[in-house]
């Protein structure tokens, strides 16, 4: 029997919600077989994966912590994807934000006062913002891709880091460690409730998506977006210019990014180490996938991969399972995302056989 | 023993659905071996989908094909080139980054050495006229070019039956009589041809039988020879035909819309740069510009309503500089625009028609506060273009793609049109729209000049703007002629100018409205 | 400056551009038939591992190339499905498979750990192959030989063959070729499998011919770089190999610029490191430059081929 698809005359409401959670399934199911197949135990280390961090409730703080940077940058994210700017230097916008509120900090060591972790802030989205406007300008003004160049400045800015790090900014305490001092208290953001590891990060994910659907939402920015990424001529006859819409996008982007590294750097890390970046800009692309470019299915998929990292972690401990294997689950989810994603617009229908002609 | 002659080619009950539609329903026709057997509806009739059949791209839910007296089936293209069956279609399958030479080694099914090929080609291009350089690069050549690589591409596999899809829509009239002589050339060496067209003077210059189709049935098999225009104009529509009601004596006002000394450079490399255009547009009055397409319509319009930079005193608007204006302050003034492209361009396919209406209205309107937008006015305001101009849409949510062609353009042109624009220029506003929507597009157009506003109609189809327009320009290679009257202008003068010759040949006079009636 | 020193700065650059070259003329014929395929660096990785693990395991080098290239094959073929059956978003599906290709080879290659094989470096006989001068020609290993086959054969294939004329075609108008009869999908999932088989030989040169031992990540963003490489060359072969030696240069200049002394060996080594990314960014800005509005690009690249009914 041969199948083919079908357009469907409206997107189908039910895939749309089924599909990442099928996605999410599948994964696990395919990612037993493959761990099986390469020696593991497949079943015990997909459990491991993705149910211990649910039923641990030491683990839920775990997961608020993993999921706060990625919803952050993933919301930036998806406002650039929906324009179809495609920031995929999320990763180096990330460690610029870092490197940006560490370079207060290493200006403010002395210094006491709750002014310092806001101008923190702010350096650090301002970090990002400059480093994601290279690649806008370069896109507006050469009609460079915007792929090739965020990527490239993803491993450039490692290195600015590494060297940073080796040299004039590292703790003179440290023999032989490239390493920054540890942050003082007022450059280290303050935890929710004492005792937990649930710092303002958190929170302030939360804010950032509700404020990103609003304006998405309701404004006119929101609005051109969504046009100049659906319908560029359509956008250039509604009067939204091309160009500023991808500037303010990538900025966007960019700053958020860069929120989220000078807010991982200030919070669970307390320091700048070389292994400071951890892949979230990457994960972040697959959460907002995942989230459907929407600020809360962003936070929704950010919650189901900060679950891949938690249990990638808990399964390193008792598996020996390599950190880098939680790629495969990653990539995976994200296959069977655009999988499912293809019968929210179309549908399977059988091929049926040639009707013999009738008579005439 | 049965002497009566074998049909080339003979359908019988074919019927073909879609998700919603039903394409064809039981259509059966013959064509006789040199006949030329036109099909004739309007869009949306079901030609396309029946020739598709023919040619193998689709397969038939029901009905048979017969070829010579014998049942096939014509399971592809390669297929239905095997039986004998060459197409020419209305939108080429051409590749422009390559050359005429290695365009048509790409439509053939063998490999013929290139050497070979050349001469083949060389010699059918002599036989039938159609001359081309094998080596110049598609991207270079005109429209009608074009369809010679098309037409030649056809001809190299000595076809018995040649189905023209839409061949004239893209022609000069120059270019469309010698078409006709290929093609009468082709049918009396035995050759059947299938000429698909909604033209109805054509059909009755051209062919000897005509099959009409209406909602996807067959309405009639008939001689065009001794049909008129109107009756066949009445099966292909089904309904008694309506003149457009325009006002007797239409004075026209101040000049509301002058353009001076235009020229666009085109940036692309399959554009049309434009050069000194000049024209000017009374209150009341419509303006048409004729030219056959890629001639710089386009970037005319483009450059018209803002989203093309021109110099600061190029166009004028009730007197004041606008050139200098961007798309949303042109409109703020009051220059609505509708674009040729209702998909991507004119409208957002994936949104709704309530943010469609936000698209273009909501600087005009006061949709916009604070930097927020105000869904609630874009409802109301879409509904009301929705019952103004008889939209077949569900409400406002619906999707712009999940319009039929007529209502979308109905629904984009009723949104320019309530703004109540002081100047508005359309680019082929019924443009595969069906006959209904586009009677009432037209007459939505006439109501609007009546009420003071000035009106450019960019289109394609002659016969629309004769009916249509009060004065006529031709553009030709991003030049546009002198504005003339319609009336006292003859077709002959149009079709050189829009060949590109400035000169005048011998002039009969037509009147306004006499060429094609306006269907209901 | 000995002509001994010359010959090993030259044989470094070989060496450094020819994974570059192998996946970029993979990625350029997946290219020109109009899909746009980012998992090159996945593929990589995915071809590393699998060349290590078979050499390792049978000892046989030469099973190890043909392995890696069917495993960056298959692993395109999930890419392939997804694009070209389900018409999926060529973008996100290509990281998908990057970061798909990055985990799978580390989870893979983590029993390979430690590991070393025989390495695959030479083709000519040992005195040719490990003399001072002659082995600027005759001293690489046998996938650089195939690298310039290739090359030449690929740039043969689109300019002279009729397939090739088909592939253009499918990237140039996927409707009109469609129109006419060819099988767009068709073509496009042998093109997307030849820029497999080609990515999996690459990943393979990294595990097998530069440093004979598997880590994690080895192939250090080199996909990435192939990528921007295909651009650089407007999608003609010759130029692609050009390219990938400007690049090799470029990727060398660390080691060179310690040995040649002065101001070269003051700059820190982490400039060196972004050298490569940096002068990307650099050459794609000249491109774009250079060529104004038309880029050569095939019209249809990274649009999904969906067949008006």
Redesign the interface.
């Known amino acids: 029997m041969q199948f083919r698809l079908e357009k469907r005359p409206q997107p189908s409401q039910l895939m749309l919600y089924l599909a990442p959670v099928l996605a999410v399934l599948l994964t696990m199911v395919v990612g037993a077989l493959l761990f099986s197949a390469l020696g593991y135990d497949g079943i015990g280390a997909v459990l491991e994966i993705f149910t211990k961090p649910l039923t641990n409730p030491l683990k839920w703080q775990d997961l608020g912590v993993k999921a706060a940077p990625l919803i952050i940058i993933a919301v930036g994210l998806s406002i650039a994807y929906r324009a179809n700017v495609w920031n995929i230097g999320a990763e180096g916008q990330y460690v610029a934000g870092a490197l940006g509120g560490t370079a207060v900090v290493l200006l403010t060591m002395k210094m006491q006062g709750p002014w310092i972790l806001p101008t923190m802030i702010i350096a650090g989205m301002l970090a990002g913002m400059a480093l994601a406007a290279i690649p806008a300008f370069l896109k507006t003004r050469f009609d460079v891709n915007e792929i090739l160049t965020t990527l490239m400045l993803n491993y450039a800015i490692v290195q600015l880091l590494y060297f940073l790090l080796r040299t004039s900014w590292k703790d003179p305490m440290a023999f032989g460690f490239p390493r920054t001092a540890l942050f003082t208290a007022s450059q280290s953001l303050p935890y929710l409730w004492p005792g937990t590891i649930l710092h303002w990060g958190v929170p302030i994910a939360g804010i950032v998506a509700i404020i990103a659907w609003f304006v998405m939402g309701r404004s006119v920015f929101g609005f051109q977006v969504r046009v100049v990424g659906s319908a560029p001529n359509a956008a250039r006859y509604g009067g939204f210019s091309a160009n500023r819409t991808v500037w303010l996008v990538m900025l966007v982007s960019g700053a958020l990014a860069g929120l989220a590294g000078v807010l991982e750097a200030a919070g669970p890390f307390r320091q700048l180490v070389p292994a400071f970046p951890t892949g979230y800009g990457f994960t972040a692309i697959i959460v907002a996938f995942l989230g459907r470019l929407n600020p809360f299915g962003c936070v929704i998929a950010g919650l189901v991969l900060a679950i891949s990292y938690v249990g990638g972690e808990v399964a390193q401990t008792t598996l020996g399972l390599p950190s880098a294997a939680t790629g495969i689950f990653q990539g995976m989810l994200l296959f069977f995302l655009l999988a499912g994603d293809v019968f929210v617009r179309y549908r399977l229908r059988p091929v049926v056989a040639r009707a013999q002609g009738e008579a005439a | 023993m049965d002497t009566s002659p074998v049909p080339r080619l003979e359908l019988?009950?074919i019927t073909k659905r879609?998700?919603?539609v039903l394409a064809n329903d039981n259509v059966?026709f013959a064509v006789m071996p040199g006949e030329i057997h036109a099909l004739l509806g309007e869009n949306g009739a079901g030609k396309s989908t029946l020739v598709k059949m023919i040619y193998g791209?689709?397969?038939?839910?029901?009905?048979?094909i017969l070829w010579n007296g014998q049942?096939v089936?014509v399971a592809?293209?390669?297929a239905a080139r095997r039986l004998g069956i060459g197409m020419v279609?209305q939108h080429?399958?051409?590749?422009?980054?390559?050359t005429v030479l290695?365009n048509i080694?790409?439509?053939l099914?063998a490999?013929v050495p290139q050497r070979e090929l050349e001469a083949k080609i060389r010699a059918v291009m002599q036989q039938y006229g159609l001359l081309l350089d094998p080596h110049r690069t598609v991207s270079t050549l005109s429209v009608g070019e074009r369809q010679r690589i098309e037409i030649v591409r056809a001809l190299l596999l000595n076809p018995s039956l040649l189905i023209m899809d839409e061949p004239t829509s893209v022609l000069t009239p120059q270019e469309v009589e010698q078409l006709f002589v290929v093609l009468r050339q082709l049918a009396k060496e035995g050759c059947s041809i299938l000429y698909i067209s909604h033209k109805l003077h054509e059909i009755k210059a051209l062919c000897d039988t005509a099959t009409i189709l209406r909602g996807g049935k067959l309405v009639d098999t008939c001689d065009p020879k001794v049909e008129t225009s109107r009756s066949m104009a009445e099966k292909m529509i089904g309904a008694g035909l309506k003149d457009i009601v325009k006002g007797k004596d239409r004075s026209f006002g101040a000049a509301r819309f002058t353009v001076r000394e235009l020229s666009v450079k085109s940036?692309?490399?399959f554009g049309t740069s434009l050069d000194r255009i000049g024209f000017e547009v009374r209150a009341g009055e419509i303006l048409g510009i004729a030219g056959v397409a890629g001639n710089g319509q386009n970037e005319l319009l483009l450059a018209l309503?803002?989203?093309i930079p021109v110099g600061a005193d190029a166009i004028l608007m009730d007197g004041k500089p606008i050139g200098a204006r961007?798309?949303?302050e042109r409109?703020r003034l009051g220059l609505c625009?509708v674009?040729e492209?209702r998909h991507?361009?004119?409208?957002?396919?994936?949104?709704t028609l309530a943010?469609n209406s936000?698209?273009?209205a909501?600087?005009r309107l006061g949709m916009?506060a604070g930097?927020?937008?105000n869904?609630g006015k874009a409802k109301t305001y879409t509904g009301d273009v929705i019952s103004a101009f008889s939209v077949k849409a569900q409400g406002h949510g619906s999707?712009a793609n999940?319009l039929s062609g007529g209502n979308l353009q109905k629904y984009i042109m009723g949104r320019e049109i309530l703004q109540n624009p002081g100047v508005l220029v359309v680019s082929q506003p019924t443009w595969g729209v069906d006959a209904g929507a586009a009677a009432a597009i037209h007459q939505a157009i006439v109501d609007l000049a009546a009420q003071g506003t000035a009106v450019v109609v960019i289109s394609q189809d002659l016969d629309e703007l004769l009916s249509l327009c009060d004065t006529l320009a031709v553009i030709n290679g991003g030049r546009l002629s002198q504005k003339k009257v319609v009336g006292e202008v003859s077709i002959e003068e149009i079709g050189l100018l829009m060949g590109g010759v400035h000169g005048t040949a011998e002039e009969t006079h037509i009147t306004a409205g006499a060429a094609h009636a306006v269907p209901a | 400056m000995s002509a001994e020193f010359l010959v090993a700065i030259v044989y470094a650059i070989v060496l450094v551009a020819t994974p570059i070259l192998l996946a970029g003329l993979g990625e350029l014929v997946v290219e020109k038939s109009g899909v746009l395929n980012l998992g090159v660096e996945g593929m990589m990785l995915i071809g590393a591992v699998t060349g290590f693990a078979v050499t390792s395991l049978s000892g046989n080098a030469y099973l190890g190339v043909l392995a890696a290239a069917f495993a960056g094959s298959a692993a395109s073929m999930i890419f392939g499905f997804l694009t070209l059956t389900l018409s999926a978003n060529q973008v996100a599906t290509g990281l998908a498979l990057t970061i798909f290709g990055g985990g799978f080879s580390a989870l893979a290659g983590k029993s390979f750990l430690g590991k070393t094989v025989p390495a695959f470096t030479q083709l000519f006989p040992t005195e040719l192959a490990t003399h001072p001068i002659w082995r600027v020609i005759f001293g690489y290993s046998p996938l650089v030989y195939l690298s310039l086959i290739m090359c030449v054969g690929i740039a043969w294939f689109l300019k002279r063959t009729r397939a090739g004329l088909i592939l253009r075609a499918v990237g140039e108008n996927d409707l009109s070729a469609h129109s006419i009869g060819y099988s767009v999908i068709g073509v496009r999932y042998l093109a997307v499998a030849f820029g497999g088989a080609m990515a999996g030989i690459a990943g393979s040169m990294f595990s097998l011919v530069l440093t004979p031992i598997w880590a994690e990540g080895l192939t250090a963003g080199r996909g990435w770089i192939a990528l921007a490489l295909v651009v650089f060359s407007a999608w003609k072969p010759y130029r692609l190999l050009v390219g990938a030696y400007i690049f090799g240069a470029v990727m060398t200049l660390e080691v060179h610029a310690k040995a040649a002394g002065g101001v070269f060996s003051a700059l820190p080594s982490e400039f060196w490191a972004a050298l490569p990314y940096l002068a990307t960014v650099l050459v794609l800005v000249i491109i774009s430059l250079r060529r104004g509005s038309s880029s050569g690009a095939p019209a249809c690249l990274g649009r999904p081929f969906i067949p008006s009914a």
């Open positions: 019988r009950g879609f998700p919603g059966g791209i689709m397969q038939p839910d029901a009905g048979e049942p089936t592809n293209p390669k279609f080429f399958s051409l590749f422009e980054a390559m290695e080694a790409l439509g099914d490999k940036d692309s490399q309503d803002g989203e961007n798309t949303s409109r625009a674009p492209e991507g361009h004119a409208a957002v396919p994936d949104f943010d936000v698209l273009t909501r600087d916009v930097g927020l937008i869904s999707a999940s």
